[in-house]
C-alpha cells in the first residue's frame, strides 16, 4: 500500500504524490503524526473537517454556531463524533476502515487530495477504500466506502455509520432539544432543534442507499452506559434499535448487513447533510440519492478545485516551491 520511494519529500510519515495533486500519510499504531494533519472539505455554505485519523467535524452555514457533529478543539487526543464500523457477523470481530476509532494494528494509507480524503487498508482478508467529500453546490457531505472480499471463502459483514448531534454550537447546550424521526416519505433519518433560535427551521439528514437496514438515534444505546467509540456497545449486538424521537441523547447510526462472495467488491455510500427545512431536506435526499450522483458530486468538486487551482502555473528550478505553489498554498 504505502511506498515512500514513490513519493516526493517524504519525510517518514508521508510526503506528496508524484504529480503532485495528493498528500499521502502512512498511518498506524507505530506511525502517528506530531499532531492531527488535516484537510478542510467545504463548499460557501456547508464543510467538514477531516484528520489524518478520519475524525471529523461537520458544519452549515456557521462553523461555531450550527455545528452538526462535535468540535472538541483536542490537538492531542483528536477525537470525534463521527465513525464507520465494519464487522464479521460471524465471528463478532470489528474494525473500523479508518484510523479512528478502533482501527486496532492495522496500517492505513491517507490521502488528502484538493477537496477530499481517502483512507485505505486491508484488515482480516477486507480491503476497505473509504472516500470523504462534501458536494461543490450543495449541503451534504458523502463517505463512501468500496469493500472487497479478498479471502478465499464468502464473508457476511455489516457496515455501520455513526453520528452524534449537535445542531448548535456544544452537544450539552443542545442534546435535550434534538428530536429524531425516521422520515416518512424518503426514509432517511431526520432532526432538528426547535430551540436554536438562528437555525430551527434547518433539518439535519442521515442517510444510506441500502433498504437492509436496522437504526438508531438513542447514543446511550449506542456506546453503552460509560461505553466508547472505540468499543461501543451496538458492536456486540446483531441490530439495532429502531429507537427515535424526543428526550434522547441524540445521535444518527444505520447499520447495513452485506453478504460477499470471494473476490466480490460491494459500494456503501453515507449521506450526512441539512436543509433548510424538511421539504429541502427531502429534496437533498432525493436528489442526491440517484445511483450516479455520488461518482457526478465527486467529479464537480475536482473540477471545482481543478477551475480555481489552475489558472497559473509557476515553473521553477526548485520543485518544492513548485509542488506548493501549483496548488497547495491556494488550496490553503
Known amino acids: 500500500l504505502f511506498n515512500p520511494k514513490d513519493l516526493l519529500y517524504e519525510n517518514g510519515l508521508g510526503g506528496f504524490s508524484p504529480d503532485g495533486r495528493e498528500y499521502v500519510i502512512a498511518a498506524g499504531p507505530d506511525r502517528a503524526t506530531p499532531a492531527p494533519w488535516v484537510n478542510i472539505l467545504a463548499n460557501p455554505s456547508f464543510g467538514s473537517m477531516i484528520s489524518e485519523s478520519g475524525q471529523s467535524c461537520t458544519w452549515c452555514e456557521n462553523a461555531h454556531e450550527f455545528r452538526l457533529t462535535p468540535w472538541e478543539n483536542d490537538p492531542v487526543c483528536d477525537t470525534g ?28 494509507i491517507v490521502r488528502h487530495g484538493f477537496g477530499y480524503s481517502t483512507f485505505e487498508s486491508n484488515s482480516f482478508g477486507i480491503h476497505s477504500e473509504t472516500t470523504v467529500y462534501v458536494a461543490a453546490e450543495a449541503a451534504v457531505k458523502f463517505t463512501v466506502l468500496k469493500i472487497k472480499n479478498e479471502s478465499n471463502c464468502a464473508r457476511k459483514l455489516s457496515v455501520t455509520g455513526y453520528v452524534e448531534l449537535v445542531l448548535g454550537d456544544q452537544r450539552a447546550k443542545n442534546m435535550m432539544h434534538v428530536i429524531t424521526e425516521v422520515d416518512q416519505t424518503t426514509g432517511a433519518l431526520f432532526a432538528r432543534n426547535r430551540y436554536n433560535t438562528e437555525f430551527h427551521r434547518q433539518t439535519v439528514f442521515f442517510d444510506a442507499d441500502s433498504p437492509n437496514r436496522s437504526l438508531t438515534c438513542d447514543r446511550l444505546e449506542f456506546l453503552g452506559r460509560h461505553g466508547e467509540l472505540r468499543s461501543p456497545a451496538a458492536m456486540r449486538r446483531t441490530k439495532l434499535s429502531g429507537k427515535i424521537g424526543a428526550a434522547l441523547d441524540p445521535c444518527f447510526a444505520i447499520h447495513v448487513n452485506i453478504d460477499l462472495e470471494s473476490g466480490e467488491e460491494r459500494e456503501i455510500i453515507f449521506r450526512l447533510g441539512c436543509g433548510h427545512d424538511v421539504d429541502d431536506a427531502r429534496s437533498l435526499v432525493r436528489c442526491f440519492r440517484q445511483p450516479d450522483a455520488p461518482r457526478k458530486a465527486l467529479d464537480a468538486v475536482r473540477s471545482r478545485w481543478e477551475d480555481i487551482l489552475g489558472k497559473v502555473k509557476v515553473e521553477t528550478p526548485n520543485t518544492a516551491l513548485n509542488l506548493l505553489t501549483n496548488g497547495w498554498l491556494l488550496y490553503q
Open 81 to 108: 463524533g463521527e465513525a464507520i464500523y465494519l464487522r464479521d457477523e460471524e465471528n463478532g470481530r470489528f474494525w473500523s476502515p479508518m484510523p479512528f476509532p478502533c482501527a486496532g494494528k492495522h496500517s492505513f
